[in-house]
């Protein structure tokens, strides 16, 4: 069972001195000292109770969740809502003062075997996250066509223009994924998609309370 690792190790960043001016921002990527992820809750048919665990990386950069139960399948015979499952993921987050954060992208991964696309299938992922008490969201949505399948599947998207968390306020970071598949245009065809890992890549901006 994956369990949060408690690390002393900081990320890199350039501190202004005292007295410095912070109207100027600065982003960098990763997160600043200070930083922690202090639980995470899940919903949704892609991730029921037992079947997801996250993971912080030593250096806080980037927390990676990963999935026993997050597929989506489409073929004969098959409901129709089982071509779409979704997992809300929420992060509990401590953000230092003087700093925010933002997610930079996310990569998907699925093992072999669990990525197959007959000719004309398609699978859709999708994150899209935001925090607590803010209306501002940001969205990385990628489809891929068929046909493909069978290796080992590493894809990263990036939110192009990522939200950033209140200024030195700890919040709840909420994500929102979903994988889909369509047959509509091979109703014979049997496509499955599976994320077996989210990792998420933090990035980091000063900011004034």
């Given amino acids: 069972m994956l369990k949060l690792i408690v690390s002393l190790a900081l990320a890199s960043v350039t501190f202004a001195a005292p007295g410095a001016s912070l109207e100027r921002r600065v982003d960098f990527p990763g997160t600043p000292p200070g930083f922690s992820i202090t639980s995470l809750g ?3 048919r892609g991730c029921p109770a037992g079947t997801t665990y ?3 990386n030593r250096d806080k950069t980037a927390v990676t969740v990963t999935f026993s139960d997050f597929y989506a399948e489409a ?5 129709i809502s089982s071509n779409r499952k979704a997992c809300q993921l929420a992060f509990g ?3 230092p003062a003087g700093f925010s954060i933002s997610i930079s992208s996310v ?4 093992n072999r075997g669990s990525y197959l696309l007959d000719n004309e299938t398609t699978a859709t992922q999708q994150s899209t996250y ?3 008490g803010e209306t501002d969201q940001a969205t990385a949505r990628s ?3 068929g046909p493909a399948g069978g290796d080992d599947y590493t894809f990263r998207d990036a939110f192009v223009s990522p ?10 970071l909420y994500i929102n994924s979903d994988v889909r598949v369509s047959n509509s245009a091979n109703p014979k065809a049997w496509p499955l998609a599976m994320v077996t890992e989210l990792t998420f890549n933090f990035q980091s901006q000063t900011c004034e309370t």
Avoid at 75 to 79: A, F, K, L, N, V
Avoid at 107 to 110: A, E, I, L, W
């Fill in 42 to 44: 899940v919903y949704g």
């Fill in 54 to 56: 996250y993971l912080l």
């Fill in 75 to 79: 073929g004969p015979g098959i409901p």
């Fill in 93 to 95: 987050v401590i953000v």
């Fill in 107 to 110: 990569d998907y991964v699925s």
């Fill in 130 to 132: 935001y925090f607590q």
């Fill in 143 to 145: 489809t891929l066509t």
């Fill in 163 to 172: 939200v950033t968390s209140p200024c030195g306020s700890d919040t709840v």
